[in-house]
């Protein structure tokens, strides 16, 4: 819950989702060919309205409007950026349970192109 996260929590939380992906995505980019790709990692918690989440989904909205921005500026440049965005894994040991139908699988093979 927000009212019982901390201010390092919370930074913490913006530090790792969205700063991270700026930084790296910064350092990467002069470096990147064209026909390049770059792929972030978010999550469905982004639509969630689970209590408890509003600070990390919020961090992982924020990068993926950062990956919408930089397929723009990027593509002059032959490199695509993509924002991935995944849903629960059994491994995460979810309070939520995944539906029955959902299988769950390596995210390594979701990048076998």
């Known amino acids: 819950m927000?009212?019982?996260?901390?201010?390092?929590?919370?930074?913490?939380?913006?530090?790792?989702?969205?700063?991270?992906?700026?930084?790296?995505?910064?350092?990467?980019?002069?470096?990147?060919?064209?026909?390049?790709?770059?792929?972030?990692?978010?999550?469905?918690?982004?639509?969630?309205?689970?209590?408890?989440?509003?600070?990390?989904?919020?961090?992982?909205?924020?990068?993926?409007?950062?990956s919408e921005a930089m397929f723009t500026e990027l593509q002059p440049l032959g490199i695509k950026v993509t924002a991935l965005r995944c849903g629960q894994m059994a491994e995460d040991n979810a309070q939520q349970p995944l539906h029955p139908n959902v299988k769950t699988r390596r995210i390594a093979t979701m990048f076998s192109f």
């Not at 919370?10 to 980019?29: L, Q």
């Not at 982004?46 to 990068?63: E, F, H, L, N, R």
Request: proline share 3%; with cysteine.
């Open 2 to 66: 927000l009212n019982e996260s901390s201010d390092e929590e919370i930074v913490n939380a913006f530090s790792t989702n969205c700063m991270g992906t700026i930084f790296c995505t910064r350092a990467a980019a002069p470096v990147m060919k064209n026909g390049s790709h770059i792929i972030n990692i978010s999550s469905g918690a982004v639509d969630s309205k689970y209590p408890g989440m509003s600070v990390y989904a919020t961090a992982k909205a924020g990068m993926e409007v950062f």
